[in-house]
Protein backbone atom coordinates (compact mmCIF):
# COMPACT_ATOMS: atom_id res chain seq x y z
CA UNK A 1 0.00 0.00 0.00
CA UNK A 2 1.91 3.27 -1.36
CA UNK A 3 1.01 5.79 1.75
CA UNK A 4 1.80 9.35 1.38
CA UNK A 5 1.91 12.32 3.62
CA UNK A 6 0.71 15.54 2.42
CA UNK A 7 2.30 18.21 5.32
CA UNK A 8 1.64 21.70 5.82
CA UNK A 9 0.55 24.65 8.08
CA UNK A 10 -3.03 24.66 7.12
CA UNK A 11 -4.09 28.02 8.74
CA UNK A 12 -6.54 27.83 7.62
CA UNK A 13 -6.51 24.76 4.83
CA UNK A 14 -7.37 26.79 0.95
CA UNK A 15 -8.97 25.22 -2.04
CA UNK A 16 -5.38 25.04 -3.75
CA UNK A 17 -4.65 22.72 -0.54
CA UNK A 18 -7.92 20.73 -1.33
CA UNK A 19 -7.30 20.77 -4.98
CA UNK A 20 -4.11 18.76 -3.68
CA UNK A 21 -5.52 17.10 -1.77
CA UNK A 22 -8.49 15.42 -4.05
CA UNK A 23 -5.65 14.67 -6.72
CA UNK A 24 -3.45 12.77 -4.82
CA UNK A 25 -5.86 10.70 -3.16
CA UNK A 26 -6.39 9.44 -6.51
CA UNK A 27 -2.75 8.89 -7.07
CA UNK A 28 -1.74 7.13 -4.09
CA UNK A 29 -4.00 4.67 -1.89
CA UNK A 30 -3.90 6.67 1.37
CA UNK A 31 -3.23 10.26 2.05
CA UNK A 32 -2.07 11.04 5.67
CA UNK A 33 -2.61 15.00 5.83
CA UNK A 34 0.14 16.49 8.64
CA UNK A 35 -0.71 19.47 10.36
CA UNK A 36 2.00 20.80 11.31
CA UNK A 37 1.60 21.81 15.40
CA UNK A 38 3.94 24.54 15.92
CA UNK A 39 3.22 26.79 18.17
CA UNK A 40 6.03 29.34 17.59
CA UNK A 41 4.26 29.87 13.91
CA UNK A 42 1.61 31.92 16.01
CA UNK A 43 -0.84 30.10 13.78
CA UNK A 44 -4.86 31.75 13.88
CA UNK A 45 -6.58 28.31 14.56
CA UNK A 46 -5.12 25.56 17.04
CA UNK A 47 -3.93 22.45 15.74
CA UNK A 48 -7.03 20.38 17.08
CA UNK A 49 -9.33 23.12 14.53
CA UNK A 50 -7.07 22.94 11.75
CA UNK A 51 -7.28 19.13 12.01
CA UNK A 52 -11.40 19.53 12.49
CA UNK A 53 -11.58 22.03 9.19
CA UNK A 54 -9.45 19.64 7.25
CA UNK A 55 -11.62 16.55 8.38
CA UNK A 56 -15.13 18.29 7.65
CA UNK A 57 -13.49 19.48 3.66
CA UNK A 58 -12.23 15.92 3.43
CA UNK A 59 -14.96 14.05 4.42
CA UNK A 60 -15.70 13.03 0.56
CA UNK A 61 -12.64 11.40 0.40
CA UNK A 62 -12.37 7.76 1.99
CA UNK A 63 -8.57 7.07 1.69
CA UNK A 64 -7.34 10.58 3.44
CA UNK A 65 -6.72 10.69 7.15
CA UNK A 66 -5.82 13.63 9.19
CA UNK A 67 -3.39 13.84 12.76
CA UNK A 68 -1.66 16.47 13.47
CA UNK A 69 2.32 16.77 14.18
CA UNK A 70 5.39 18.58 16.22
CA UNK A 71 9.12 17.42 15.11
CA UNK A 72 10.62 16.53 12.16
CA UNK A 73 8.15 15.63 8.82
CA UNK A 74 10.58 12.53 8.38
CA UNK A 75 9.83 11.02 11.75
CA UNK A 76 6.02 11.86 11.61
CA UNK A 77 5.85 10.58 7.99
CA UNK A 78 7.67 7.06 9.32
CA UNK A 79 5.39 6.94 12.13
CA UNK A 80 2.31 7.16 9.18
CA UNK A 81 4.14 4.28 7.22
CA UNK A 82 4.80 6.55 4.49
CA UNK A 83 7.04 6.36 2.14
CA UNK A 84 6.10 9.65 -0.07
CA UNK A 85 5.89 13.18 0.65
CA UNK A 86 3.68 15.38 -1.32
CA UNK A 87 4.00 18.96 -2.09
CA UNK A 88 2.24 21.41 -3.60
CA UNK A 89 4.66 24.41 -6.28
CA UNK A 90 2.25 27.58 -7.17
CA UNK A 91 4.67 29.77 -8.28
CA UNK A 92 8.66 29.28 -8.98
CA UNK A 93 8.65 31.69 -5.67
CA UNK A 94 7.53 28.36 -3.57
CA UNK A 95 10.24 26.11 -5.48
CA UNK A 96 13.45 27.31 -4.11
CA UNK A 97 11.99 26.69 -0.89
CA UNK A 98 10.35 23.19 -1.86
CA UNK A 99 13.81 22.09 -3.19
CA UNK A 100 15.86 22.95 0.33
CA UNK A 101 13.12 21.36 2.41
CA UNK A 102 12.91 18.40 0.20
CA UNK A 103 17.07 17.86 -0.19
CA UNK A 104 17.28 18.46 3.90
CA UNK A 105 14.51 15.52 4.29
CA UNK A 106 16.38 13.43 1.79
CA UNK A 107 19.78 13.72 3.84
CA UNK A 108 17.48 13.21 7.21
CA UNK A 109 16.12 9.68 5.63
CA UNK A 110 16.97 8.36 2.13
CA UNK A 111 13.39 6.39 2.37
CA UNK A 112 10.89 9.20 1.78
CA UNK A 113 10.79 10.49 -2.26
CA UNK A 114 8.88 13.89 -2.18
CA UNK A 115 6.73 14.33 -4.82
CA UNK A 116 5.47 17.83 -6.41
CA UNK A 117 2.25 18.70 -7.55
CA UNK A 118 1.45 21.80 -9.49
CA UNK A 119 -1.11 23.46 -8.23
CA UNK A 120 -3.97 24.05 -10.32
CA UNK A 121 -3.66 27.47 -12.18
CA UNK A 122 -6.96 28.72 -11.30
CA UNK A 123 -5.45 28.46 -7.46
CA UNK A 124 -2.15 29.87 -7.94
CA UNK A 125 -2.57 32.61 -6.27
CA UNK A 126 -4.18 31.99 -2.71
CA UNK A 127 -2.23 31.36 0.43
CA UNK A 128 -3.14 30.84 3.82
CA UNK A 129 -1.64 34.08 4.40
CA UNK A 130 -3.08 35.59 1.47
CA UNK A 131 -6.53 34.57 3.12
CA UNK A 132 -6.34 35.70 6.81
CA UNK A 133 -5.30 38.90 5.29
CA UNK A 134 -8.50 39.59 3.13
CA UNK A 135 -10.39 38.17 6.41
CA UNK A 136 -8.94 40.81 8.51
CA UNK A 137 -10.33 43.72 6.20
CA UNK A 138 -13.82 41.16 6.33
CA UNK A 139 -13.29 40.68 2.35
CA UNK A 140 -14.76 37.83 0.78
CA UNK A 141 -13.50 34.39 1.05
CA UNK A 142 -15.70 32.46 -1.77
CA UNK A 143 -13.87 30.75 -3.89
CA UNK A 144 -10.82 30.36 -1.54
CA UNK A 145 -11.61 28.45 0.97
CA UNK A 146 -13.98 25.81 1.25
CA UNK A 147 -17.22 27.38 1.76
CA UNK A 148 -17.93 24.85 4.89
CA UNK A 149 -14.99 27.22 6.62
CA UNK A 150 -15.37 30.25 5.68
CA UNK A 151 -17.62 31.47 9.03
CA UNK A 152 -15.31 29.88 10.86
CA UNK A 153 -12.32 32.10 9.52
CA UNK A 154 -14.60 35.19 10.21
CA UNK A 155 -15.74 34.12 12.90
CA UNK A 156 -11.88 34.76 14.36
CA UNK A 157 -11.92 38.33 13.01
CA UNK A 158 -14.86 39.76 14.62
O1 LIG B 1 2.39 25.02 5.00
P1 LIG B 1 3.84 25.27 5.35
O2 LIG B 1 3.94 26.15 6.57
O3 LIG B 1 4.64 25.78 4.20
O4 LIG B 1 4.44 23.82 5.73
C1 LIG B 1 5.78 23.68 6.13
C2 LIG B 1 6.07 22.26 6.66
C3 LIG B 1 5.09 21.86 7.74
C4 LIG B 1 5.95 21.28 5.52
C5 LIG B 1 7.54 22.28 7.20
O5 LIG B 1 7.70 23.36 8.05
C6 LIG B 1 7.92 21.00 7.93
O6 LIG B 1 8.05 19.96 7.34
N1 LIG B 1 8.09 21.12 9.27
C7 LIG B 1 8.39 20.02 10.14
C8 LIG B 1 9.79 20.15 10.71
C9 LIG B 1 10.80 19.49 9.83
O7 LIG B 1 10.70 18.32 9.48
N2 LIG B 1 11.82 20.23 9.42
C10 LIG B 1 12.88 19.72 8.59
C11 LIG B 1 12.50 19.80 7.16
S1 LIG B 1 12.32 21.46 6.61
Do not use: W
Request: aromatic content about 10%; hydrophobic content about 40%; proline content about 3%.
Amino acid sequence: MRIAVYPGSFDPITNGHLDVIERASRVYDKIVVGVLSNASKKPLFTAEERVDMIKRVTGHLDNVEVDSFTGLLVDFAASKNATVIIKGLRTVADFEYEFQMALLNKALNPEFETMFMMTNSKYSYISSSMVKELAGFKGDLTGLVPCEIIEAIKEKYK
